[in-house]
């Protein structure tokens, strides 16, 4: 229909599959973040490191070029566990971290605060669907500057180490995209957690710094006043330190065993999804 | 045209923490357009959010042209357009983007739904501002920008909750010219929720009033003009008596209230030129002859005067 022909119309075209649906908000959510300069400067240089250590691992393996260049006798550390776990680190809690503070507390907060739910669950999308969608958004983006980089820089390795360290390392591959998974979705459920109590970006980042940090805070101070461990339980760095640990069978001081840390985390993502059940409907009783 | 489907209450009932909010509903809505009326806290939108499968009925069902909503059938919802009353809109968006995305998550394709919100943006009067960041739009815009939302994957079901609120009069007639045609298109069923009579007595051919979360009236409004137009009130001169009793022998019903005023009940057999028969028969001067209006305000107070309303 020609635009000046003002006049309300039938549709009947196709429709896509009802199961796909959720996948419209993220499509829609990226083309928004990324009209930020800062996201954009931050999404680039968040590739640094990745291509670092990719040229730090060719060198290893070609060690005649850096002698071209006058620099001979050169060692550089084996390429191993603890070289993917430092860059995983840096990737995952560094940057993914400051990620997740510019996406993740500007995903729900503003559906919160302009009633947009009601007009996406008066559609085909269940409050599920909204929140696979809004998960989906921070996580790929955060997978886009971890694991996905970490599994190219293992197969990189892999292909210069050659098949015997390939098969004989595959539980590192597991480790790389395991560990930075756990952290995604931990991250990502809290960050969204925290969006939908705040209903506003910027109190939503406070929140969500002030959760980590405060964590960290307690969770010293009760191990202090009282003696014990207990407060590690709070501390969601520690607890991703005693989860990797395990998964890069590497020894890192670690503040409780990796199951009752992992348990822990499985508490915390349980708890945002509880959050977001509460706070994700359509309407809101007023008591 | 395709005949409307029906909207059916049976036995429903809403519970917010034990207390009753809409207390069995039981009606078989078919108009083109139902007005829902009541007064504040009545369960209008109780009663939308419900037939939009928000709250959970503790009794009774709702089905849509045949479909529980309760169910929550993804095809169902896809037929159903919601146009909120409260301020609704996805923040960083222009108005494009907007309606775009909505009508994606109603089933169109991306391309489908790019034209058709260009077509519901320019059909509502937002096509000039279509590209404009929704925070920047003025509250009437907004509420044009809500209808095209609800209107652009083209429903079977449209909920209008409050659509004239806040808007100035020019604005409150487009809305209203614009639910006309949507409403005379015979493409969609409209359910508007308001507590504005005149908007629901100009766009609404069936209405629904609730009071205390309960049905006090349910009819079709023109038969109730109709009605209504038999309902005479007469300012006369000369004897009054002598006229009413003239009056009473075609069989109408007369009250004489003083001052040279009759107010009659025509029966379906007399006309109105029948009475300005008998008026020049008895040389009696009828100088102003009113028919009953406000027909929705009557029905409106008569149901809200009524202990258990008006069925």
Known sequence: MAVYDRRYRAYEGPLTPVSTRWRVLPRHAWTGVFKSRLFVGFFTLCFAWPIAAAVWIYLHYNLAALANVGLDNVQLAAVEAPFFAAFMGVQCFALGGVMTLLVGPGLVSPDLANGGLPLYLSRPLTRTGYTLGKLFTLAALISLITWIPGLILFLLQAWLAGWEWFVSHLWLGVAIVGGAIIWIVTISLLALATSALAKRKVIGQTFLLGVIIFGTVAGQAVNEMFGTRLGFLFNLPALMQSVWAALYRIDMPTMMSAPVALATLLAICGLSIGVLSRKLRAFEVVK | ?311
Do not use: W
Not at chain 2, 17 to 26: A, D, M, S, V
Not at chain 2, 93 to 117: H, I, K, N, Q, Y
Not at chain 2, 240 to 255: P, R
């Open chain 2, 1 to 311: 045209m395709t005949s409307p489907g029906t909207i059916e209450l049976d036995g429903l009932g809403v519970r917010f923490g034990g207390r009753p909010i809409l207390q069995g509903l039981t009606a078989s809505l078919t108009g083109r357009a139902i007005g829902l009326l009541g007064p504040n806290g009545a369960g209008k939108t109780t009663l939308l959010n419900t037939l939009l499968g928000f709250h959970r009925p503790a009794e009774g069902r709702a089905l849509l042209h045949g479909d529980d909503v309760t169910q929550g059938d993804p095809r169902l919802r896809g037929k159903v357009g919601y146009m909120p009353e409260s301020d609704a809109f996805i923040a960083g968006m222009t108005a494009v983007r907007f309606v775009r995305m909505m009508g994606e998550v109603s089933g169109l394709p991306p391309e489908a739904a790019l034209e058709r919100a260009h077509e519901s943006l320019q059909y509502v009067g937002l096509g000039e501002a279509r590209y404009r960041t929704l925070e920047g739009f003025s509250l009437g815009m907004k509420q044009l920008a809500k209808l095209a939302q609800a209107i652009v994957h083209a429903p079977r079901i449209l909920f209008l909750d409050e659509p004239t609120n806040g808007l100035d009069p020019p604005a409150r007639a487009r809305m209203i010219r614009l639910v006309r045609e949507i409403r005379d298109s015979g493409r969609a069923q409209i359910v508007l929720s308001s507590h504005l009579l005149r908007d629901v007595e100009e766009c609404c051919d069936e209405v629904l009033v609730l009071k205390d979360g309960r049905i006090a009236f349910y009819g079709n409004l023109e038969e109730e003009r109709r009605a209504n137009r038999k309902f005479i009130h007469i300012e006369m001169k000369g004897d009054e008596h002598a006229f009413a009793a003239a009056a009473e022998g075609l069989g109408c019903t007369c009250a004489l209230v003083g001052s040279g005023r009759v107010k009659l009940v025509l029966p379906e057999a007399v006309a109105v030129r029948d009475l300005y028969r008998i008026a020049a028969e008895g040389r009696y001067q009828i100088r102003r002859l009113d028919y009953k209006r406000d027909s929705l305000q009557d029905i409106f107070l008569k149901a809200m005067e009524e202990p258990r309303g008006r069925l």
